[in-house]
């Protein structure tokens, strides 16, 4: 794919991203699922457990604490599995979304790999996009908690 081509979708995403009329921001994650209309709507089976991850975390539990805590409740992880992995609760921890905000263009490809953008200009949040499983007040106590636990793991 010659550079203007690549430069052009780029430009396009940027423009969807902003107008808010972007299909990514109604992507599918766990706790929610898409109603007729397309937008994201609260699954409460799922949207409990993901607010008991965000509690627990908050609280001093462990992501293996949590993990083990969901198996014992018998609670299958988002692909079905006995048993969460401390990543997929740790991407539950970190995913915005869950505060009905949407940031849009927070990765890009380079060489074939997608990686996180360190470019501010190309990020995008649509706020209230969609309905709230926490409080922004949660989530930003979990991830002052997340970076705490990650200085004090480097020392």
């Given amino acids: 794919m010659d550079l203007a081509r690549s430069d052009k979708i780029k430009a396009g995403l940027?423009?969807?991203?902003?107008?808010g009329k972007s299909a990514k921001a109604s992507?599918?994650?766990?706790?929610y699922r898409v109603d007729s209309k397309g937008k994201l709507q609260i699954y409460p089976a799922e949207a409990a457990h993901v607010l008991y991850i965000f509690e627990r975390f908050a609280a001093g539990d462990s992501l293996g604490k949590i993990s083990d805590?969901?198996?014992?409740?018998?609670i299958p992880s988002?692909?079905?599995k006995e048993i969460w992995s401390k990543e997929t609760i740790s991407k539950i921890l970190s995913n915005e979304k869950y505060t009905g905000d949407v940031t849009l263009g927070k990765t890009q490809v380079k060489n074939g790999v997608q990686v996180k953008t360190i470019d501010l200009s190309t990020k995008t949040t649509l706020t209230n996009h969609h309905p709230a499983i926490i409080s922004k007040e949660l989530f930003d106590s979990v991830q002052k908690e997340r970076s705490r636990r990650h200085r004090s793991r480097e020392r």
Avoid at 27 to 31: E, S, T
Avoid at 69 to 74: E, I, K, N, R, S
């Fill in 14 to 19: 940027q423009r969807s991203f902003q107008s």
């Fill in 27 to 31: 992507i599918v994650c766990y706790g």
């Fill in 69 to 74: 805590a969901l198996f014992l409740m018998d």
């Fill in 78 to 80: 988002p692909t079905g």
